[in-house]
């Protein structure tokens, strides 16, 4: 597992209190974005291509459901990029997680009881 790793702004999987190495992480594609997306950030799948995109409470391909978060943070402003999620059994940090672009603390809790049924258990 060798991803491309370009960190904006916060060191890999600096959200983390806790996991368990290898078996709390996956490799996974993320897909093309507006803008750079940044360690920590919440993360659903896009229904249509298995990639994945920050989390969007409002949209209906799949990003509406949150299922993990970035350890790595990428730049896919030109093109998909593999990187490393957290995608269970851990403990993070909710004052270093990222939400892109206008999530409500309602949208917020709901991302964080999704995120618990992965058994990534939000502290703080």
């Not at 992480?25 to 229904?47: F, L, N, P, Y």
């Amino acid at each position: 597992m060798n991803p491309i790793v370009i960190t904006m702004g916060k060191s890999d999987f600096q959200y983390q209190v806790s996991d368990l190495g290898q078996i709390s992480r996956d490799e996974v594609t993320v897909a093309i974005s507006t803008t750079v997306i940044d360690t920590g950030t919440v993360m659903g799948v896009v229904t249509s291509s298995g990639q994945y995109a920050p989390y969007n409470p409002t949209a209906t391909d799949g990003t509406e459901t949150v299922v993990a978060i970035l350890g790595r943070g990428v730049n896919t402003t030109t093109t998909a990029q593999k990187s490393v999620v957290t995608a269970r059994l851990a403990e993070v940090s909710k004052t270093e997680l990222v939400f892109v672009g206008t999530v409500t603390a309602q949208q917020k809790e709901t991302a964080y009881t999704s995120l618990a049924l992965k058994n990534i258990i939000v502290r703080g």
